[in-house]
């Protein structure tokens, strides 16, 4: 028998190389021999650093092993070291309705300007910044979302009867994408829905995507499609339903709220269009149902990168983000109307967690449900937050989730087992308080802390991308520079949209039925609409002469604001000035405006804002419940103005406008045309 000195270092390398990392570490513990093939082969020490850092091999064919195994050590170097003021600043205009991150990829809509797209660069990685536009599509654009890989632009439309519309589209051309079997998917409806306010969480997975379509007075509707044969695998309804993602190909993950009871289901996706039965459910803690203080729970599931993702689709790079182990995020808060109160937490699994408990079920449980003490302590990590990030900011990616602790700190919570940083394996408890859950919740699964300094751009919100952190600011005061003296290399370079110096985007807010659409379109159109129908969102445009110059105004009507539909943070982003609208006749109204006004300043991490406060209806002064002098009193302690109007009457309504343009010239430095930016900080 031939021994293991005998044998040739290539064959022992050759075969290294089909054992995973931890494997190849433990060999090398144990021979001299071993040690020495691993220290002299570039191939097998990037082979395991890859593994540790989460990552996989790319295809980027003109580049050696020891290349590659520079530029990931460098790679890592600079996630360990996250130091925001030496790192490649890119600004990029967000001056859209919507945004959308995946990847390195921003991609941004505006009634305006249609879809434009951003690649963020990476000097380690070796790519490119890339900046391309697509004309407009005669789509009235609600939401959306992209998979580069696939050259996928989903675009969801609501229709003048309230059905929904999946237009499947090329990413690089804006027609209709060629392996769409029916470009166009929908599902049919009994009657129109006649919901004020849509939101959407829109997922793609390789050939699969899914669309949850949440009313917030109508039923949440799930539906998941074959997107290149047009077949619809799911069509789930029910509002219990609060968020979706997909495991893999085969199953998908919904979180419910049933009997005050939150749950996680798997279910198959080749199994009965209707049925929400799967392969097991997760039980998270109980909820505290003797908590009158919170009206309302909410839950969202968050996960990066789909699948779809593969080294053949990203030909020049030389390592990715491994989706074998992806992080799933599922964020827990509770919202009290009364007090305004909010508590948030997040309970962080690793994909390989639900596989291995669906594989291997805990002893005692029953019917494939798993209770939350038989996986959760072990197998998750939850911690309080201060900031619930809105559904369309992508907060994860991989095995990473950042999380914003104060509009100048951040922290990079890393889930990945083999990362080298030091990691916490302490037993956690939250919620002692039973603010949210019946009992304190304790849990235990490792992760490591990186806190970042974003002092420098201030931000209302910070998304991950692949190879960093993306903030959403309110300034774009200046663009930063890196410096060489860092463990990577990198260039800037400005991504600014031109914008007119006068052009100014104006959002209207309020409750429901204040009179919102009817103030705006009396303004622009000169007509008084008197029949109520639920805005979901309108953009008007309108040239004001406002002392001797003319403002391009963009008034953006907005859905009505509730105690079940807070503000969107879209709303306080790339805008330069609000109108706050509360009726007269309702004290309810009158009411939210200081909680919209309050979210807007936590949005903008400013301390005011340019506003108008308007009390509308003043015709209805018989059925008056909110006196003058209380909306001046709210509007002097803001800083704001302040006016009455009457939309069918026409009173003072181009008064509320102009004393909008008002407040914004007060605050507008004479050098400063642009609404608030993104800022991305990226490696």
Known sequence: ????????????????????????????????????????????????????????????????????????????????????????????????????????VLGTYSLENGFSFNRIPSAIRQIPSERWSLAELNIKVNDFSMDLSQDLLLVVEVTSSRSTVVHLLSLSTGRPHPLARNPQLSRDVDEPRHSSSYQFQIRIYGEHIGLLTDAHDDTAGLMVWGWKTGVMKKDLSGDEITSFAFLDHRMLLISVYINFQPELRVLDIEGPKTAMSGYSSFRLPALNTDNWEISQVDMMIQTEPSPSWTTETRPNEPFTTCHSDRLFVISVRGFGWENGSESIFILCVRLSAFLNLMEHPPEGSIDRAIAWDQWGPINTRMLRIPLLPDPWICFVYGQRCVVQTSQTRCQILDFNPLTTRKRRQDEETVDKRRRIFECPVTTSAPFAVHSVDISDFPSAAVMLAEDGIVTVSVSTEKLFSFTRETSFYSYSRALLAAMSANKRRIAVLGSRSVGKSSLIIQYCQN?????????????????????????????????????????????????????????????????????????????CGVTNIPCVVVGSKVDLEKSRQVKPEEGQKLAKSNDAAWVETSAKTNVNVGKVFELCLSEIEKRTPSNQTEPPASRCVVM
């Open 1 to 104: 028998m031939v021994g293991l000195p005998e044998l040739p270092p290539e064959l022992i390398e050759t075969v290294c190389h089909r054992l995973d990392a931890l494997s190849i570490i433990r060999l090398t513990q144990v021979s001299r021999q071993l040690w020495t093939i691993f220290q002299q082969s570039s191939a097998l020490q990037y082979k395991v650093q890859l593994e540790i850092n989460g990552l996989q091999d790319g295809q980027s064919g003109s580049c050696s092993s020891a290349a590659r195994l520079e530029l990931l050590k460098a790679h890592q170097a600079a996630w360990t070291n996250f130091n925001c003021s030496s790192s490649i600043q890119s600004t990029m205009s967000m001056g859209g309705n919507y945004w959308e991150l995946v990847g390195n």
């Open 527 to 603: 007509e008084f609409v008197e029949s109520y129908y639920p805005t979901i969102e309108s953009t008007f445009a309108k040239t004001v002469n406002y002392k001797n110059i003319d403002y391009d105004c963009e008034i953006i009507d907005t859905a009505g604001q509730d105690e079940f539909s807070l503000l969107n943070s879209k709303h306080a982003i790339g805008i330069h000035g609000y109108v706050l609208v509360y009726s007269v006749s309702s004290r309810n109204s009158f009411d939210m405006i200081q909680i919209i006004y309050d979210k807007i300043i936590d949005f």
